[in-house]
């Protein structure tokens, strides 16, 4: 069964909405969750690192004010791209770990469109 | 910068055994191997993993080099719904620590009928 619920799986909006993506880790309780993004035809690239409890660790050239991520609790990572641009149109996807030697389990992904 | 290479893309025929070579010499000791596929606008899906010694499940057998400097999934009998784009990944040996992910651009494998 799914280990992670990704939630919306496509949204479409204008351009200066805020859009909220959850991510639940369903199977373990997860102290850390991961953000991606992908363009077209491109690879997965890290965006942040989201910690139970304590500020996101963001990747370089990833804006913290622009992505912001809250990790309110073991099971629920939630990331908000504010005032999304079309530039900001893209695929997120969302990863949790048990940890330890574990791999990371993703979620199928969130697309985002922004008109 | 992701510590692995593997070819851009192999075909398959339907059947047959889909070996997807990975060259991570650069791997320290404490490193992990990973490997995963993406099919098409989905999330990645984890296959298997293995530190040095070779590993099977039910989806595949990773082999990996006495010297540990590369490694290869296969997939003994190759179908349609394998057509995806595969990516290995190096990660260090667990721990405290949360030890993320850098994918590089994968093997692009199409299987043919």
């Known amino acids: 069964g799914a280990v992670v619920s990704q939630h919306p799986s496509r949204v479409i909006c204008k351009s200066g909405t805020s859009v909220k993506i959850e991510c639940r880790s369903l199977?373990?309780?997860?102290?850390?969750m991961f953000w991606y993004r992908q363009f077209p035809k491109q690879s997965l690239m890290l965006m942040a690192t989201?910690?139970?409890?304590?500020?996101?660790?963001?990747e370089q050239g990833v804006e913290k004010d622009k992505f912001l991520i809250n990790h309110a609790s073991l099971t629920l990572s939630t990331l908000t791209v504010t005032s999304a641009h079309p530039e900001d149109s893209s695929f997120y996807i969302c990863?949790?770990?048990?940890?330890?030697?574990?791999?990371?389990?993703f979620g199928d992904g969130t697309r985002l469109s922004i008109l | 910068d992701a510590k692995t290479t593997q070819p851009t893309s192999m075909d398959c025929a339907e059947g047959r055994a889909a070996n997807l070579p990975c060259n991570h010499s650069?791997?320290?000791?404490?490193?992990?191997v990973y490997w995963y596929r993406q099919i098409h606008s989905q999330g990645p899906q984890y296959i298997i993993h293995?530190?040095?010694n070779n590993e099977t499940n039910e989806m595949a057998s990773l082999i990996i080099t006495e010297d540990r400097k590369s490694s290869t999934l296969i997939l003994p009998h190759a179908t349609l719904r394998d057509t995806a784009v595969y990516y290995c990944?190096?990660?260090?040996?667990?721990?405290?620590?949360?030890?993320?992910?850098?994918f590089g651009t994968g093997t692009r494998l199409k299987v043919l009928a």
């Open positions: 293995g530190l040095k």
């Open positions: 990863s949790v770990t048990a940890g330890g030697n574990q791999p990371q389990h």
């Open positions: 650069t791997i320290s000791g404490n490193e992990y």
């Open positions: 199977d373990f309780q997860a102290t850390t």
């Open positions: 989201s910690n139970e409890g304590s500020k996101a660790t963001y």
């Open positions: 990944i190096v990660r260090p040996r667990g721990g405290s620590g949360t030890y993320k992910y850098i």
